[in-house]
């Protein structure tokens, strides 16, 4: 197309464009994310000087998390596809970045259609969640912020917990990635964002908070099905709402039992979404945690 230029995104003349087009909360949330992560990696497509579309990636990374959005009137005219090689251009000079992750929701077939077209395929779907409504009631539990001190401990329970989450599910392949400086800093940088759970003073428990979204919950394997999950979401859920939110979002991967505890808590399904990953290079994690690591996570 003569008359369409990709080119950077300019918040003064884009940002109010976007938010028109897009269709959902969730979209605004990721593109805003993107803009305070990494604002270099947001793109516009411009036709006849309007703009039509965008793309955003959040960092050269490993797993680079892509968005590509065309506003409906402007589709099938191979804007989506101009901004797909975009992103490739972006992504694969640069050898550390393995993968490209999107996602669409649940009968997006033409979204769908279009990943399966350029490479992309279904990894896991995920149920999102929300919970509007009051306090939950806290029980007396040892929770504290995230330490950098904590970092091989958090990561090696996080990555452990969803391996065999993984596992369990037969979400094939699945993986193991071992503790690296570049987490560690985010982590760090992200540290009043993070909470740990203690029992008889050693980690537990790992959770993020993002906004008014809640990640990353993992309880030490061990330790599961012993009661510590739902004290330890409540403390999350209130810690969400202590910071001025009223609506708590969460994701629970298809199939995940913990998705009966957030529903006792509270938590409804909004709606279903895929998750798909497209390589650029071999992946390089380990294909299953060290043994001497599943033999201390699994005392």
Request: net charge neutral; glycine share 8%.
């Amino acid at each position: 197309m003569e008359d369409l230029i990709i080119e950077p995104y300019q918040p003064k003349r884009d940002k109010n464009s976007i938010r028109a087009m897009l269709c959902g909360d969730e979209q605004i949330k990721e593109l805003l994310k993107c803009e305070r992560m990494f604002p270099d990696g947001i793109f516009v497509a411009r036709y006849n000087g309007i703009t039509v579309g965008f793309l955003s990636i959040d960092g050269i990374k490993r797993k680079a998390q892509t968005m590509i959005y065309v506003s409906e009137e402007y589709r099938r005219k191979g804007i989506g596809t101009a901004l797909m090689a975009k992103v490739d251009h972006l992504l694969t000079p640069h050898k550390i970045v393995e993968r490209s992750m999107g996602g669409c929701m649940d009968g997006d077939r033409s979204t769908l259609q279009f990943l399966y077209k350029n490479g992309y395929y279904i990894s896991w779907s995920s149920h999102i969640m929300e919970r509007e409504g009051g306090y939950l009631p806290e029980q007396h539990i040892s929770v504290r912020p995230y330490e950098d001190d904590d970092y091989e401990t958090c990561h090696v329970l996080i990555e452990v917990a969803f391996y065999k989450l993984h596992d369990n599910l037969g979400m094939l392949p699945t993986y193991y990635f071992p503790p690296n400086e570049n987490e560690r800093k985010r982590m760090f940088d992200n540290k009043s964002n993070i909470y740990v759970l203690l029992v008889e003073g050693e980690i537990a428990g790992v959770g993020h908070i993002d906004g008014n979204e809640l990640s990353h919950v993992s309880v030490r394997h061990d330790l599961q099905s012993q009661g510590y999950g739902r004290p330890f979401v409540s403390f999350l859920v209130n810690e969400i709402m202590r910071r001025g939110n009223t609506i708590v979002q969460l994701g629970v991967v298809k199939g995940n039992y913990a998705r009966k505890l957030y529903e006792s808590l509270g938590f409804n399904e909004k709606s279903l979404y895929h998750w798909l990953t497209k390589y650029y290079r071999p992946d390089t994690r380990m294909s299953s945690p060290p043994s001497e690591i599943l033999s201390v996570e699994s005392r």
